[in-house]
């Protein structure tokens, strides 16, 4: 453990779903040791990701039935599939022979899988069909060695999988949010450019504990220091955040009056809603963290959708992948590409900032000061994350 000099805040009361603070008592910040203790991380690893709802890719990235790739799930490997009636289904990658790993990468169809080792050979739905030899093997009950089972579910057209058999359905948990912004995705949604969520050798690396991350996206209040194109596009007072159980909202207006900077001002000229979007559309960004890690950006001309998943203590890697809708203008593919330029210089601030935040945190001495109401959404995820781990953090 780090050394500590206050002790640990009471765990959290209350339903997790609110800030926990009335609008003039102070919200807090998470003590920096959640971000710096490997035990902390190792209680997340049991207490917030095997039990949340993780984004592993989406629908198109399974087009068919047999389709399957692969994703680790706190620290599990975990196989998704297109199952034969269309449906998803999702089972540990591990072969119930002798635990060979099953599918490595996306792998298009087949009826079957089939262990690479020596065969052993499971439905779409887990089920163990047949074994070579199997008047070879004593006891070879097969009911009973199907591939173990995982959450599976698709929202918002993302495939999400949960290790906890007993966890609420994510729509559910999430009740409201696709009312909000379902019209911005959904099955149909098409990547665009190399990215894949699933694809963790394109994932940039940041040099942070992924809360960080997840704090960083959670808050407005830096955007008038840390990044001057989101100033001159975003009208910052009109920034709202809608705080749920287990999901925030944001949402802010793009400014009417032109950029100082000329793609900014041919992304005001150009930008323009994509099938599916309304009018209304058009002049706002929206964005939603599902907790824990889930971030995805919903601007008029793409979705992005991505994870902040650690790799270490300080260190987390963000697959994602950007997303539009068949049939857009060509002045929206237009915007989309100047949008996403803009976005990879903000992207690039941000790396900066999490990877100073994370030095700072691990300076012996730093206690938290008190947040903004601004940075309402981090004392949430902060009151969360207490809730989730509390009686780990002594
Ligand atoms: S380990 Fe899979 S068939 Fe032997
Ligand atoms: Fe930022």
Same mark, same amino acid.
Not at 92 to 104: D, I, Q, S, Y
Not at 125 to 128: E, K, V
């Given at each position: 453990m780090h050394p500590q000099t206050t002790p640990a805040p009471a765990p959290a009361t209350g339903p997790p779903g609110s800030t926990g603070a009335t609008p003039d008592e102070a919200l807090e910040a998470l003590p920096a040791r959640y971000y710096t203790d490997p035990d902390i991380a190792a209680a997340e690893t049991r207490r917030v990701f095997e039990k949340s709802w993780q984004l592993v890719c989406h629908e198109s990235d399974l087009p068919g039935p047999g389709a399957r790739l692969s994703a680790t799930v706190a620290g599990r490997e975990v196989l998704v599939v297109r199952t034969e009636d269309g449906g998803l289904a999702a089972h540990?990658?591990?072969?119930?022979?002798?635990?060979?790993?099953?599918?490595?990468a996306p792998e298009p169809s087949g009826k079957a899988i089939r262990c690479p080792y020596h065969g052993w050979t499971y439905k779409l739905?887990?089920?163990?069909v047949g074994a070579p030899e199997a008047r070879q093997i004593p006891c070879l009950d097969k009911p009973r060695l199907g591939l173990h089972r995982v959450g599976a579910e698709s929202f918002l057209g993302f495939v999400f999988v949960n290790l @906890?058999?007993?966890?609420?359905p994510l729509a559910e948990s999430c009740a409201g949010l696709a009312e909000a912004i379902g019209h911005y995705a959904g099955p149909d949604l098409v990547p665009v450019g190399k990215y894949r969520i699933h694809d963790r050798s394109t994932a940039e690396e940041q040099h942070a504990n992924w809360k960080v991350i997840v704090d960083n996206y959670l808050e407005g209040y830096h955007v008038p220091v840390a990044h001057p194109a989101l100033m001159r596009l975003l009208d910052y007072q009109g920034y709202t955040v809608d705080i749920q159980e287990s999901y925030a909202l944001f949402e802010s207006p793009l400014r009417d009056k032109p950029s100082s900077n000329r793609t900014e001002r041919l992304y005001q000229r150009l930008a323009s809603p994509m099938?599916?979007?309304?009018?209304? @559309?058009?002049?706002v960004w929206r964005y939603a963290v599902i907790y824990p890690n889930t971030l995805i950006d919903f601007y008029p001309d793409h979705v992005l959708a991505w994870t902040a998943l650690p790799t270490a203590q300080d260190r987390a890697a963000i697959p994602g992948a950007f997303y539009t809708r068949h049939g857009e203008s060509v002045r929206t593919r237009l915007a989309r590409r100047l949008n996403i330029h803009i976005g990879w210089v903000t992207n690039d601030e941000d790396a900066e900032l999490v990877e100073r935040v994370q030095t700072g945190l691990s300076t012996p001495g730093y206690e938290p000061g008190p947040l903004s109401r601004r940075e309402a959404a981090v004392g949430w995820f902060a009151r969360r994350i207490r809730w989730d781990l509390d009686g780990e953090v002594r």
């Open positions: 540990l990658n591990v072969c119930r022979h002798r635990g060979t790993r099953l599918v490595t739905d887990g089920t163990l @906890d058999p007993a966890a609420v099938p599916g979007l309304t009018e209304a @559309d058009r002049r």
